[in-house]
């Protein structure tokens, strides 16, 4: 197959065709090396790609995406679960579980299905176990218990570090693109928190049960029932995350793997959901140092 240095549409499916070839060989630390160059090529491309902002406007463009989507060999199931998407945009609203089920795609053929295979691939007869599952955010990925706890206990400090010596003049000043300002952000560890900690309790409490789907970044702008300084809004947070702290620090291993049924997520665990929130947290650290480099 002949590509071009710097044609990303061949050179990421030769990637993977060619790191499929070495595994067969048994090449895998190559074949991990072809494989990532072509995830590395993939989000280079995808970050210069400039898309704009707003519900609607990107409920307008998923419908454009699904229109490029069908015109490949996918199949119909994943299009019309992403047209639902769309409609649940259009409509304000998260799409839940039962319209947006996770993707689970063969490794070897790219077949698609969207949910847990119990058979061998209709494509490439490859057993089911070799799928990958696509779940909504790495997040949910799941820690191992000890770094959760390690990384819940940490973030708190890192955020009181961030906020020493900025005045409640520059948390509350609004960047040029008109986002989220300091205390906004602050906000939202704290509603995000809030959340974390009713659902552990709710989980620890309860066998399997319903987890509501919040839509947590629209109330980061939100100002009723705040406190008056961000200082006090960074006390609630962290008030609450050491009472979640001490909760799972006493929790039997056992336990972390007790269930909840999310409506947007699916089946979920205790370690599931801690890893989530404690990985969620990370995701804003670049923001809150874009904005105090702007003082300096």
Not at 55 to 66: G, P, Q
Not at 107 to 113: E, F
Not at 145 to 153: D, K
Not at 256 to 284: M, V
């Amino acid at each position: 197959m002949a590509i071009q240095n710097d044609d990303s549409s061949n050179t990421i499916p030769y990637l993977f065709a060619l790191a499929a070839r070495l595994e067969g060989e048994g090449q895998y630390n190559n074949a991990k090396l072809a494989r990532s160059a072509a995830e590395a090529i993939s989000r280079r491309a995808a970050f210069n790609i400039k898309l704009p902002s707003g519900k609607s406007t990107l409920a307008d463009e998923l419908y454009k995406a699904i229109d490029v989507v069908s015109n490949f060999d996918v199949s119909s199931d994943l299009t019309d679960a992403l047209k639902l998407g769309a409609d649940a945009m259009v409509e304000g609203r998260l799409p839940l579980i039962n319209e947006s089920p996770h993707p689970y795609v063969c490794r070897t053929c790219g077949h698609v299905v969207l949910k847990e295979p119990s058979v061998n691939c209709p494509v490439c007869n490859v057993r089911p176990q070799t799928f990958k599952r696509f779940l909504p955010v790495y997040w949910l990925d799941a820690l191992d218990p000890f770094n959760v706890l390690e990384r819940l206990r940490q973030t708190p400090q890192d955020v009181a570090a961030l906020m020493e010596g900025l005045t409640e003049e520059d948390m509350n000043q609004v960047p040029e693109d008109g986002g989220w300002n300091i205390r906004n952000a602050i906000s939202h560890l704290r509603d995000a928190q809030g959340v974390m900690e009713f659902r552990i309790n709710l989980m620890i409490d309860q066998d399997n049960p319903k987890l509501e789907s919040k839509a947590v970044f629209e109330w980061a702008a939100r100002e009723e029932d705040r406190p008056p300084t961000t200082e006090e809004i960074y006390k609630t947070y962290y008030d609450s995350r050491q009472k979640v702290l001490t909760k799972l620090e006493s929790l039997p291993l056992r336990n972390w793997w007790r269930t909840g049924e999310h409506e947007e997520f699916g089946t979920l665990t205790i370690k599931q959901q801690a890893s989530y929130f404690a990985s969620h947290e990370l995701t804003h650290f670049p923001q809150i140092e874009s904005l105090i480099n702007h003082f300096k």
